[in-house]
């Protein structure tokens, strides 16, 4: 019954931006840490923002401070993840996921299924 779904990715010119959704059904997200993950092709996984529920604490990867966003709207139970200035090394497959710790420290037991973003001249 718990699903994330991730939307809003696409292929973007270096410079450019996108604003990915992470949507949820089965569960609400202001209850959770919710984690933005990437990863490309041949590399692990990495975490790239997160925003907790315990006191709205956001943690971000050195390579995106600055250019990155999260955010809540728990009216519409979705999570965002603004990027700006995108570089080519951002490109991935972007997963959103819930951490019920609430705290950004994981385990994060809710994945959704990704969505592509490829930064490329």
């Known amino acids: 019954q718990v699903q994330l779904v991730e939307s809003g990715g696409g292929l973007v010119q270096p410079g450019g931006s996108l604003r990915l959704s992470c949507g949820a059904s089965g569960l609400t997200l202001d209850n959770y840490a919710i984690g933005w993950f990437r990863q490309a092709p041949g590399k692990e996984r990495e975490g790239v923002q997160c925003?907790?529920?315990?006191?709205?604490?956001?943690y971000s990867a050195g390579s995106v401070k600055g250019r990155f966003t999260i955010s809540r709207d728990n009216a519409k139970n979705t999570v965002y993840l603004e990027m700006n200035y995108l570089k080519t090394e951002d490109t991935g497959v972007y997963y959103c996921?819930?951490?019920?710790?609430?705290?950004?420290?994981?385990?994060?037991?809710?994945w959704g299924q990704g969505t592509q973003v490829t930064v490329s001249s």
């Open positions: 996921a819930a951490d019920p710790g609430g705290r950004c420290s994981g385990p994060y037991d809710f």
């Open positions: 925003i907790s529920n315990s006191d709205g604490t956001i």
